[in-house]
């Protein structure tokens, strides 16, 4: 770890340590983490309810279990639901604080 990426008095983070820090990061589902929240919210969005669709096509389908689908269903279309008012927050907040423009790199 650099000297500066820690105050060598408090030892908390300093903004260069913690943003060195987060460009470190490599998420699990190999996900872009630089696009807006609230587009990586609305991919999650997108993609819970592409995976309601095919439950409910696989109960049409296989109808011994229809039932026990529509629960899952149901669960999902509840997460559906609180997501998206959650997106509409981020959406909110983003248009409220937009973040500042990234610096051009240095030649």
Not at 59 to 81: A, H, N, P, Y
Request: charged share 25%; hydrophobic share 30%.
């Amino acid at each position: 770890m650099p000297d500066n990426d820690t105050c060598p008095s408090c030892g908390k983070w300093t903004t260069e340590g913690q943003e060195r820090w987060r460009k470190s990061l490599k998420p699990i589902s190999g996900i872009d983490l630089s696009q807006p929240l609230s587009k990586l919210i609305e991919d999650v969005w997108s993609q819970l309810v592409r995976s309601r669709g095919e439950l409910s096509d696989i109960g049409f389908r296989f109808s011994g279990w229809t039932e026990q689908l529509k629960q899952v269903e149901g669960l999902l279309t509840c997460g559906l639901i609180s997501l998206h008012h959650v997106m509409e927050q981020m959406r909110e907040h983003e248009a409220k604080y937009p973040k500042p423009a990234e610096p051009a790199p240095a030649e």
